[in-house]
């Protein structure tokens, strides 16, 4: 069974930037790929970013190429997602989840979910 603790979202403009935190507690912590997830009103739950248990891979969606950036620390169980250039369509809650070992970002992949941190992107 993992935890999760996520912070950092609010409010934001348009251009503007956000850094999402996902601490992450249970047992071997460090076998899991964790991704971060985003549920806009209305729609599905869809994939932005996931890394892998080392840190070593990442894998994003095609919105998110380019804009965020996901890392990870395991010294502290700390995975985060760096988000520059937000757009209105950047709106929604963001979730931190995770799978054994190897990134994705398939929703249905993924056993263990965090609660969400709001972010909305708004002039």
């Known amino acids: 069974q993992l935890h999760f603790v996520e912070s950092g979202g609010g409010l934001v403009q348009p251009g503007g930037s956000l850094r999402l935190s996902c601490v992450v507690s249970g047992f071997n912590v460090d076998q899991y790929a964790v991704g971060w997830f985003r549920q806009a009103p209305g729609k599905e739950r869809e994939g932005i970013a996931c890394?892998?248990?080392?840190?070593?891979?990442?894998i994003y969606s095609d919105s998110a190429k380019g804009r965020f950036t996901i890392s990870r620390d395991n010294a502290d169980n700390t995975v985060n997602l760096q988000m520059n250039s937000l757009r209105s369509e950047d709106t929604g809650v963001y979730y931190c989840?995770?799978?054994?070992?190897?990134?994705?970002?398939?929703?249905?992949?993924?056993?263990?979910w965090g609660q969400g941190t709001q972010v909305t992107v708004s002039s």
């Open positions: 989840a995770a799978k054994p070992w190897v990134p994705t970002i398939k929703p249905d992949d993924h056993a263990y």
């Open positions: 890394i892998s248990h080392s840190g070593v891979n990442t």
